[in-house]
């Protein structure tokens, strides 16, 4: 997969996607492939954006909004919060669940890293008055296949869910939003160094089943309510 540096190396996971319908990444990803050796900060330019491009495209696909000046980590926490990243089977396996999160929280950690290279050492980045400084093929092939891993996985894991029968599919976040301030009303905010946690987020990402059950009282809570009221 990584290549000799005889421009045989191949965006495994963006090309599955390709395949399972994402064909707006051909021609980036052709380009990072013949890019990596030819032009390594050009490769990481390209590995930045098709990451996007992957974000944006499935928030869209999930009838997720997002503002056009949301920068890469807000739409790849957009993603996590909308798409089920386990499987129906393991989804309420807290050891599991723990796991991946740990995993996914090392992915924002790359996405992230991704971010920063790009604008500090990417083909087109900015803020250096005698041109950013040279990556070579290592380090592009440290960001490629990295985002490689990232529109790979993030995008089967959408078109997972998009396929699965109703009653496995993930319950959106965003749809719930009278349940989640009323959670955020009643239990508050997680404040750590500099960053807020919302608990109806917190209660989503770590236990969806307590999150479902409750969900469905809430529900059931209003409905009855409203019968009673007319």
Known sequence: MTGNGTGDFVMRGARDAIAHGFVELTEHVTAIERALDENPGLAIDL???ITE???RRILAECNVQYSDSDNLSSLFREVRRNVRMLPPDASGEAGARGS???ALNGLNTVVQGISALRS?????SHGHPYGPPRMERLQALLVTT???AIVGFLYG????DRTASPDEAVLPYGENQAYNDFIDENYGALEVFDSSFRASEILFQMEPATYSLHLTEFSGHDINTEEEST
């Open 100 to 102: 991946l999160n740990q």
């Open 146 to 148: 990295s985002a490689d």
């Open 53 to 55: 491009m992957t974000c």
């Open 47 to 49: 590995a930045r954006t």
């Open 120 to 124: 500090q050492a990417g083909f087109v």
């Open 157 to 160: 894991a959408h078109t997972y």
